[in-house]
Structures are given as C-alpha cells and as structure tokens.
C-alpha cells in the first residue's frame, strides 16, 4: 500500500475533527460566556530513510498529520446590557465561583445568567445558575469582607438574607443589602477565581470548569485589584466567536478535506495503474 494513502486519511480525520470544533463554535455564538476553541495539527511521524550527515542531506518522508491541541480562547467577549439585577458580567480576568449544594463540588464559570431562588426552609436567597449551582464569596460586613489571601476552603453561598427588598453589586463584588426598604449595608462579596493558566481548567459543560493541577488557581484577591476582573451588575458577557473567523477556517478546513480526498484518490489510481501491468 501507498505510505500517502495513509497520510490522505489522517489527513480526513484532523480536518474532520477541526471541523467538529468549528462547528461547535458556531452553534455557540449566542451562549453567554462562552469561549471559542483553536485547532492545531502537527507531523505525525517521520520515516528516515537516510540520517543528516556533514555533506550528505539527510532523506526523511513525513507519515502524516495529527491533532496538535484544542485550546480555549479566554480573551473576553462584548458585554451587553440586560438591565437584570441577578445578571452579572466579568470584564478582564477572573471566573465566577459557583458550588453545587447537593455534593459542593465547586466549578468556574463566565457566565454571570444568574436567577433567584429562595429556599423555602429559612427565607433566605441564594443567586443560582440554570441548574441550580449557586453563586459563591464570602458574607460579612459592614464593611465588606478583603478577599485578599483567601483560597476555595473561605468560599461559601452568596446568600440575600430574609425580607431583603433590593440588592446591587459593585464593580468590586461588594454586595449590598436593604433590608425591610432601610439604606442599604455591605454583606459580602461576590468572589472571581484567577488561574496562572486558565488553559489548563477542564471544561464540563454547561459553561462551566473545573480545577487541574495545569490551571494553577492563585490566591483571591478582591475584583480590580491586583489583574482581577471587575464585576458588572446587569450586564451580560457575550461569547467571543468570531463568526467572520469561524467562516473562513471552515473554508480552510474543507479545502483541506477535499486535498486529501484527492490524495486518496491519486494513490487509488496509481496502484490501479500498477495492477494493470499484468495484462
């Protein structure tokens, strides 16, 4: 057999596979929060037929391509005004803490779509995503808890206390609190995760990550200080695809389909032709 028949197939699979990815981004052009993913190939492997050598050029013949990486775009998406109380945005860096109450696992996540809910047992509101995680920080206050320093163990459920009649949410994740229409009082703060390599977390779904030893989660520190983000109340963060991109690496990648289409077919008709010397 052709070694190109095989290099043409690996070749159908990669942009097979780029185009999945392509596709997924595409269709996750609308998702709050979301994060494009960017596709590279590498050799395969190499077949040496002859070393490289002082004054004799060495003769090697690649066997093919593969999946470099899928990495994740982190770079933030425009922020669209909502004008909903529960909706927050991250602008720069930095993840919302959400934990699920039932086993409290904790995940990341940019996608601030937020909605009440209150728990029926003690009154108290709790903002949770769409299935039911809930948004974390630390209470306390007047004044406002320093996040400075703490790690996942200080976080806890970002909690409106009963008969709270409204709430805000400042820039630096202080929230605050009216109780029975009084002036309002700082009783938190809203926590953003930040990671040395925010390429390493683990994407689960849902708009959410979780922690790997690749992430390298840093110590918190309070929104806008120190390269963390700032939180933005009513407002939403759009998805970063680009769809003109997005258009125009899905040309790429059937053009590259079709080459190595071609390549099958060419090493076919050549091992035709091969066959045929019988006659």
Do not use: C, W
Not at 102 to 121: H, I, N, W
Not at 138 to 163: F, K, R, W
Not at 209 to 217: C, G, H, M, V
Request: without cysteine; aromatic residues 8%.
């Amino acid at each position: 057999m052709l070694p190109s028949m095989y290099s043409g197939v690996s070749g159908l699979l990669t942009h097979q596979e780029r185009m999945n990815v392509i596709g997924n981004d595409v269709a996750n052009v609308n998702t709050v929060g979301y994060k494009q993913s960017d596709v590279s190939f590498k050799e395969a492997y190499v077949q040496t037929l002859r070393s490289p050598a002082p004054g004799t050029p060495g003769q090697q013949v690649g066997l093919g391509v593969q999946m470099g990486q899928i990495a994740k775009d982190f770079t933030g998406g425009a922020l669209m005004q909502t004008g909903t109380a529960s909706n927050f945005a991250v602008s720069g860096n930095g993840f919302f803490v959400v934990s699920d109450p039932s086993s409290t696992q904790q995940y990341f996540s940019r996608a601030g779509d937020f909605v009440l809910d209150v728990d029926e047992a003690t009154n108290q509101t709790y903002l949770i995503t769409s299935e039911g995680r809930r948004l974390q920080g630390v209470m306390g206050g007047p004044p406002a808890p320093d996040l400075t320093g703490m790690t996942m163990a200080n976080m806890q459920d970002i909690v409106l206390p009963a008969n709270t009649t409204a709430y805000s949410v400042g820039m630096d994740g202080t929230l605050y609190v009216s109780i029975n229409g009084a002036a309002p009082v700082a009783s938190g703060r809203i926590a953003l995760a930040n990671f040395d390599n925010p390429g390493g977390l683990l994407a689960v779904g849902s708009n959410l990550y979780q922690e790997t030893a690749a992430a390298s989660i840093r110590a918190f520190t309070n929104p806008g200080e120190t390269g963390t983000g700032q939180v933005f109340q009513g407002y939403l963060e759009n998805s970063n695809v680009d769809l003109a991109n997005e258009f125009t690496d899905m040309i790429i990648t059937q053009r590259g389909f079709q080459a190595n289409s071609r390549t099958i077919t060419t090493s076919d008709e050549m091992l035709q032709e091969l066959l045929s010397l019988k006659r």
